[in-house]
């Protein structure tokens, strides 16, 4: 190996696992990776989807990105590992923990082991719409909107809403947490040994977007403010300072402990942590006008703008409504970044093959633990076996009939809010939808329906950002979704009537994150330079079919009055 190489590191968790990339600074190539699941999450435990409750234990977070590293030194050396200069680091967000005042989670504590809300609440927990609800109330009577940067509505899914919930409904935990971490803030202090909060650098992207920081207000809402919600939201508030730092700076360097475990150079820069979507829009080379997707079991639909002429003046920044919000420097450090998205996307795939799966994993008692010596233990390692073969291959069948059904004589339309509404205008409350069934409809057809529902709701967006005044100029998808599912590409291009580029890089979130390390570590000046020099070429653009196009628009003015009526009867 050239001793000159400039190797940075890109640390992504995501939803269900850990994924780790070393790439060359020189020209973006993937040197080696790996991608360990979550223990823990994976076995299910401490969540409850019937009551929306999805947390996830900081074990899992350290367990998963040892086995990554330790996959990595297996398969491809320590010299490679030796030769990286610096490590950025994007987790999932709103995803925030009640932590000790030295920053420890309080999972990790043995009286809290295994209490949910001593751990990390995911980004898609929605056990706090009522919290929520409340913010929006309050924020609507306030003399300062403090919602206003986050699109004017406030979601379950963010940091004060999961925080006023478990103070509601947990005073005792809430009294033993000193202070609370988002997921992308606690990785790089563990990763430095910070346990000083006052030493923490928060991230601008986290905050901004998910805790309604904003320069204007001097930080976080005010005391009183957060006092009429919850006397505890005040002392928390008082831990988290009133700076946050963007995601090119340099949280702190590898500690010792670190770098002995994870196999990397002691002092390395960490850069500051960020969301996994703000990152992998730079990873998918996002810039002025272009609209990166980030697809995968939900959306996040990110666009950057510039700055305000005159820096934390409420007047110079014009306000866009009912996004995930506008922040300075959480995408590109100098230009306002832009999220919006939706609650599910993949999800909505997944939840409909679970549904079809039911029987064989259930009904023919598929489970393999079950399995015995002897005829009935033989039949139910078969029935495991047909199981597993059926779900393998389940997606790609219904894919591949989906793709016949004609959309024009189908009278199957869908609502895609089975994880709640997101963007335009947060609102968990809002439930899924299928209608015009009848008894000639098919599970390929049940399935186009539920692929051009979250390609309508990916058009509402779209039309939001433009009504709102955001250019944009062209339409990029990365992610899991966009290399996978052909027949979902074509059915967005065709209901948004916009060619769609697709990014030739299947970790595009965790090249980003090597781009920000790239520029903590001094190799480059900046992230547009960095993606001058990293950013993937575009491996083919989903042009929309011209016979659809008609067709779709009239199908989406359907789903429009069915969002309303929908939203209309859970008001």
Request: overall charge negative; some cysteine; proline content about 5%.
């Amino acid at each position: 190996m050239d001793a000159q190489k400039k190797y940075v590191m890109g640390i992504d968790y995501g939803t269900d696992s850990c994924r780790v990339v070393v790439t060359d600074s020189s020209n973006g190539n993937e040197i080696a990776s790996a991608v360990a699941p979550f223990p823990r999450w994976l076995k299910g435990l401490y969540c409850d989807p019937n009551k929306n409750q999805f947390r996830q234990h900081p074990r899992d977070y350290i367990e998963s990105l040892e086995s990554a590293m330790a996959a990595i030194r297996r398969e491809n050396g320590e010299k490679v590992l030796l030769a990286v200069r610096g490590v950025a680091i994007d987790t999932t967000g709103s995803t925030p923990c009640l932590a000790t005042a030295h920053l420890q989670p309080l999972a990790l504590l043995p009286q809290f082991e295994h209490d949910p809300d001593a751990m990390f609440v995911l980004w898609k927990d929605h056990t706090a719409t009522e919290e929520a609800s409340r913010i929006n109330e309050l924020a609507g009577e306030w003399n300062i909107d403090f919602t206003q940067y986050e699109g004017g509505i406030y979601s379950s899914e963010w940091f004060w809403a999961k925080l006023l919930h478990i103070a509601n409904t947990h005073p005792a935990l809430m009294e033993a947490g000193y202070t609370a971490l988002e997921h992308c803030d606690w990785m790089p202090a563990l990763l430095t040994a910070t346990e000083d909060p006052r030493a923490l650098k928060r991230s601008r992207c986290a905050m901004g977007h998910k805790a309604m920081w904003h320069e204007s207000f001097g930080g976080y809402p005010s005391d009183d403010f957060l006092a009429k919600l919850h006397p505890e939201l005040v002392r928390v508030k008082a831990t988290l300072g009133t700076e946050t730092f963007e995601t090119d700076e340099v949280f702190g360097r590898l500690s010792r402990e670190w770098a002995l475990k994870l196999g990397l150079p002691e002092g390395i820069p960490v850069a500051v942590g960020a969301i996994d979507a703000h990152v992998g829009a730079v990873g998918g080379g996002i810039e002025e006008g272009v609209l990166v997707k980030v697809m995968g079991t939900s959306t996040c639909d990110m666009i950057v703008g510039p700055r305000p002429a005159s820096r934390g003046a409420a007047a110079s920044e014009h306000l866009v409504r009912g996004i995930c919000g506008q922040v300075d420097g959480s995408i590109i450090p100098g230009m306002l970044g832009y999220e919006a998205g939706q609650s599910a996307f993949g999800d909505v795939y997944a939840w409909f093959k679970n549904l079809l799966m039911w029987p064989l994993k259930n009904a023919l008692g598929s489970d393999s633990g079950k399995a015995a010596d002897g005829e009935g233990g033989a039949a139910t390692v078969g029935a495991a076996a047909l199981a597993a073969s059926i779900e393998e291959n389940i997606m790609t069948s219904l894919e591949r009939a989906a793709s016949a059904v004609d959309p024009g004589e189908s009278s199957v339309l869908a609502l895609d809010w089975l994880n709640g509404r997101r963007t335009p205008d947060a609102n968990q409350k809002l439930k899924g939808a299928i209608v015009g069934l009848t008894l000639g409809s098919s599970a390929p057809a049940l399935y186009r329906a539920l692929i051009e529902a979250t390609a309508f709701g990916t058009r509402a967006i779209v039309e939001r950002f433009e009504q709102e005044g955001v250019a944009i100029k062209k339409i990029r998808g990365i992610g899991g979704v966009a290399r996978k599912s052909p027949l979902v590409m074509q059915i967005v291009a065709d209901v948004l009537g916009r060619p769609i580029e697709i990014v030739a890089n299947d970790q595009s979130v965790a090249l980003g994150a090597a781009m920000f390390a790239s520029v903590v570590a001094r190799i480059y000046a900046n992230i547009p330079e960095a993606q001058s020099r990293m950013k993937p070429r575009i491996e083919t653009t989903v042009r929309p079919a011209p016979a659809c196009v008609e067709l779709y628009d009239r199908l989406y003015a359907r789903y429009q009055k069915l969002g309303s009526f929908i939203e209309r009867e859970l008001s």
